[in-house]
């Protein structure tokens, strides 16, 4: 069996990395969530100050932004670390999940970010999700899904997600940033989220997570032939 590139992109919260880390863990493939570096480096921009409207004082910035994916224990899932900081955890609050939209616009932090994306996926055997996997990080993806899914039901699952985590947010207001995230990120002009020609759609909202995956994996060893 050949070994292949899974890309999912798809709106906020529709339950793209949950699906992708399993997708892979059965293809014992590697997972990336290209999400997760766009937040470590707006986390990054916010404790260093960085003026998102300066262009010297962004390239700078970056400049000084090491990302690395380490697991912490055999098997566990990975985790994404800042010049060598954990920050999985932090990246998630919602101080990040408002400013992420405005910095992934930027064109010199999406440059930075899809070289070291194709760099993990030079040999291919990974799902990566994210919003331009499959229309510019890896156009020649064997396999590529697009998710989405009502937004009422996303907004509950993140709830969900944060206060699993010990972390708790109104409906309201999670409901109005995957809203406003969806429209920033569809409509900018650097790598809008758009469904690539050969996506598959895929409407989550009422599928259960077992059923997501299961539906990727056919599809995956499909093309795997
Ligand atoms: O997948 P996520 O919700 O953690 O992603 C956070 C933000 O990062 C999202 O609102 C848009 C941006 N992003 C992007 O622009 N391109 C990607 N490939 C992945 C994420």
Wanted: glycine share 6%; charged share 35%; hydrophobic share 35%.
């Amino acid at each position: 069996m050949k070994k292949i590139i899974i890309a999912i992109d798809g709106l906020s919260g529709c339950g793209k990395s949950t699906t992708a880390k399993s997708v892979a863990k059965a293809l014992k493939y590697a997972y990336i969530d290209s999400g997760s570096m766009y937040r470590a480096v707006t986390l990054h921009f916010l404790e260093s100050g960085t003026e998102l409207t300066n262009s010297e004082d962004i390239r700078q910035s970056l400049e000084s932004v090491q990302l690395d994916f380490r697991t912490l224990e055999e098997g566990g899932s990975q985790r994404i670390f800042l010049n060598g900081r954990d920050v999985e955890d932090e990246i998630r609050d919602m101080e990040v999940s408002e400013l992420v939209s405005e910095v992934s616009k930027i064109k010199e932090v999406r440059e930075k970010l899809v070289a070291i994306q194709r760099n993990l996926g030079e040999n291919r055997g990974v799902v990566m999700d994210g919003r331009d996997i499959g229309t510019v990080v890896f156009p020649g993806a064997e396999l590529k899904v697009f998710m989405y899914a009502d937004l009422n039901v996303r907004a509950d699952r993140r709830r969900r997600e944060l206060l699993d985590k010990g972390k708790s947010a109104a409906f309201e207001h999670i409901a109005r940033n995957l809203n406003e995230r969806d429209h920033i990120d569809s409509t900018r002009k650097e790598s809008p989220l758009l469904k690539a020609a050969d996506a598959v759609e895929m409407d989550t909202s009422h599928l259960t997570f077992d059923d997501q995956v299961e539906q990727i994996l056919d599809l995956a060893r499909d093309r795997m032939n």
